[in-house]
C-alpha cells in the first residue's frame, strides 16, 4: 500500500505562485506513476501532471504546459508541484496519485490522497 499526503494549498490571486506538496510513505519502491490531479468546482476531474518514480521526464495537461512544474525528491519520499502564473480557471482540489500510467491517474489511480484546495481569485 501506498499512502499519500498533500500539503499547501491555499488562496492565492491571479499570477501567484504556490507549492503544493504529497508525502509519500508505505510502500513506494513499487513502480508507479505518481503525479497530480485535480477536481474543479464542475465536478470534473482533470490530469495536471506526472512523473515515473524512477524520474524520467514528467508529462502535462496542455493547460498547465509551461506553468507548473513536477518533481519528486527520492531522499524524503516527497513529490512537489509547482505552480506558476495561476490562473482563476486552476481552482479546483488538487489530488496527490499514483498509478499505473498517466491516462489512469485521473480515472483510476491505484491510491489518492485526501486532497488540497488550490482557489485562485480574479
Known amino acids: 500500500q501506498v499512502r499519500l499526503l498533500e500539503s499547501g494549498g491555499g488562496l492565492v490571486h491571479t499570477g501567484d505562485s504556490l507549492t503544493l506538496s504529497c508525502a509519500l510513505s508505505?510502500?513506494?519502491?513499487?513502480?508507479?506513476?505518481y503525479g497530480w490531479v485535480r477536481q474543479t468546482p464542475a465536478n470534473e476531474r482533470e490530469f495536471v501532471a506526472a512523473?515515473?518514480?524512477?524520474?524520467?521526464?514528467?508529462s502535462y495537461a496542455d493547460s498547465v504546459q509551461g506553468r507548473f512544474l513536477v518533481s519528486r525528491d527520492t531522499t524524503n519520499n516527497t513529490m512537489y508541484l509547482r505552480m506558476n502564473n495561476l490562473k482563476p480557471e486552476d481552482t479546483a482540489v488538487y489530488f496527490c496519485?499514483?498509478?499505473?500510467?498517466?491516462?489512469?491517474?485521473?480515472?483510476?489511480?491505484?491510491?489518492r490522497g485526501q486532497g488540497t484546495q488550490v482557489t485562485v481569485s480574479s
Open positions: 496519485v499514483a498509478g499505473a500510467s498517466p491516462k489512469t491517474l485521473a480515472r483510476a489511480p491505484n491510491y
Open positions: 508505505g510502500r513506494t519502491f513499487l513502480p508507479y506513476t
Open positions: 512523473i515515473h518514480f524512477r524520474g524520467g521526464t514528467p
